[in-house]
């Protein structure tokens, strides 16, 4: 059964940092590409940062430079390093992967962590 389960989200202030984690069950190996994406109160839900199966990487340019996603296959987790936090970063983060499966290609998505950014 393919779950991605996420953790790490809390209070932080600004300037500070958070990892997010992203634990996968099922197969790692067949997703395409794993992704972390928010999505603010009032807002539609963005990306933020994706890692593809060959280990490229693009981000959103309100986080470039500061958030950094890998992936350890090994460990079947997904991280986004997190560094500056800014209130308008402010979301619950959710994870999402494209799952190859036998017929089609499926996306799951974790329920999401939450992330606040206040002083």
């Known amino acids: 059964q393919v779950q991605l389960v996420e953790s790490g989200g809390g209070l932080i202030q600004p300037g500070g940092s958070l990892r997010l984690s992203c634990a996968v069950s099922?197969?790692?190996?067949?997703?395409?590409?794993m992704g972390w994406y928010r999505q603010a109160p009032g807002k539609e839900r963005e990306l933020v940062a994706i890692?593809?199966?060959?280990?490229?990487?693009n981000y959103a340019d309100s986080v470039k430079g500061r958030f950094f996603i890998s992936q350890d296959n090994a460990k079947a987790t997904v991280d986004l390093q997190m560094n500056g936090l800014k209130p308008e970063d402010a979301a619950v983060y959710y994870c999402?992967?494209?799952?190859?499966?036998?017929?089609?290609?499926?996306?799951?998505w974790g329920r999401g962590t939450q992330v606040t950014v206040s002083s």
């Open positions: 999402n992967g494209n799952y190859r499966g036998s017929y089609a290609t499926i996306p799951y």
């Open positions: 099922g197969n790692i190996f067949r997703f395409d590409a």
């Open positions: 890692i593809k199966s060959d280990g490229r990487t």
